[in-house]
């Protein structure tokens, strides 16, 4: 785990140094760190890592395959004090990488994502 961390954080700071741009709906900011991954009601939990984070979603990075549309949970330090567990639906793919939409976030879940993303800094790479 550890290992693949550390490869994460070497990959995210190579592309968040690259020339590229791309517009967004939603400004991306640098999440690097342990994440785990929920199926369903009571399974084992998948371990990954977070790459970057936004209002709108996160991405993160797990060997296990996930499908397109389906509905899991999430659970992340979005701060070193605050741990969320968010339900959130896999968007798209990229080899290992998944981009995740939150969804059926409480106000006080979407406050806290946008007062940490205000002291993340921006993500400025382009697509994996």
Not at 7 to 35: D, F, K, N, W
Not at 53 to 76: H, K, N, W
């Amino acid at each position: 785990m550890e290992a693949l961390l550390r490869e994460c954080r070497y990959t995210i700071l190579a592309v968040a140094t690259s020339q590229y741009l791309v517009q967004r709906q939603h400004t991306r900011y640098l999440l690097p760190g342990p994440i785990m991954l929920y199926r369903g009601q009571g399974g084992p939990g998948v371990p990954g890592v977070s790459m970057e984070v936004s209002t709108a979603g996160l991405s993160a990075v797990f060997t296990e395959d996930l499908c397109i549309g389906e509905r899991v949970s999430l659970l992340f330090d979005l701060t070193p004090k605050r741990r969320l567990e968010v339900t959130a639906v896999v968007r798209n793919k990229t080899q290992y990488r998944y981009g995740f939409e939150f969804t059926q976030l409480s106000g006080d879940e979407q406050d806290a994502i946008q007062a940490a993303c205000a002291t993340l800094p921006v993500y400025v790479g382009g697509q994996y």
